[in-house]
């Protein structure tokens, strides 16, 4: 075999193996050189932030993002952040997004937590109705009314809200890190217009009372309320309770006076004079 065909040959593999091994690896090097390329600027928060705290514009900053990995619903600007409360907490570096906010102009406090349509009704507890200071912001409850009612004397009570969620207990809007109870004399509740006029009808018709529940249990129940006399026996409840009865009036009529007249016969057979 001629060698310099030989020769030949290797120098052709070994400049085709080079082309396609430069191809490959430079193939192989431009999603990594896209990955970490940072083209996208979004706005983060330039320190941690709890919930509640409201932007400021030292508190904001612009950070690079990966193209690669857009977000959505986050800012490319500053612009319409200043002002808006903080729902949740976020980190230092953390992109922002619209969720994350309040919504413009709900401003801040507990109106930024109110969600469109919903209301926010205070009802006074105390550390008995209150579950002993266990109720805290996110609590599921259950709201009992007891009163006295014109189709019974007994007193009644009836359960007039279920399932619903404290928003705030006193002026505290989250729950303590701690997770510490405390004592509070207003517990405030998120209810729907319809949930807020029984609510407030209930609180002015007797003593309000508090039932805590599990906040993954939403079963709603249809309970009858309960009289007095129910705790001590099994007898109908208040919708099924007989009615008071009504004694008729009763007419009292004067016996009929008589009057006897007494005649005495003399001797003859006539009457005596």
């Known amino acids: 075999m001629n060698p310099r065909r030989i020769l030949v040959a290797l120098t052709l593999a070994l400049l085709v193996s080079g082309a396609c091994t430069w191809l490959v690896s430079r193939r192989l090097s431009r999603p990594a050189t896209a990955q970490t390329r940072p083209d996208l600027k979004y706005a983060a928060p330039s320190l941690a932030l709890h919930a509640g705290d409201v932007l400021k514009a030292d508190s904001i900053e612009m950070i690079a993002w990966p193209g690669s990995n857009p977000i ?42 109110i969600p469109d349509g919903m209301r926010a009704v205070a009802l006074r507890s105390d550390e008995v109705v209150g579950v002993a200071g266990f109720l805290v912001p996110g609590s599921h409850l259950d709201v009992l009314v007891t009163y006295r009612s014109d189709r019974s004397p007994e007193p ?35 209810l ?79 009457p005596r004079p």
């Open 192 to 270: 729907t217009p319809e949930q807020s006029q029984r609510a407030v009808l209930a609180s002015t018709q007797g003593a309000i009372h508090f039932v805590l529940r599990n906040s993954g249990d939403a079963t709603r129940t249809h309970e009858s309320p309960i009289l007095l006399s129910q705790l001590s026996g099994d007898t109908p409840s208040v919708e099924h309770a007989p009615a008071r009865a009504t004694r008729a009036p009763v007419t009292v009529t004067a016996p009929m006076r008589h009057e006897i007249e007494t005649i005495l016969g003399g001797s003859d057979g006539g």
């Open 72 to 113: 959505d619903g986050v800012f490319s600007n500053t612009a319409g952040l200043v002002g808006r409360e903080v729902l949740f907490p976020l980190g230092k570096g953390q992109p922002i997004l619209d969720s994350d906010l309040s919504a413009l102009g709900s401003g801040t406090g507990l109106a930024a937590e």
């Open 156 to 190: 009644v009570t009836a359960t007039v809200l279920q399932d619903a969620v404290v928003i705030a207990a006193g002026q505290q809007i989250e729950p303590d890190p701690s997770g510490k109870p405390s004592a509070v004399a207003v517990v405030t509740l998120l």
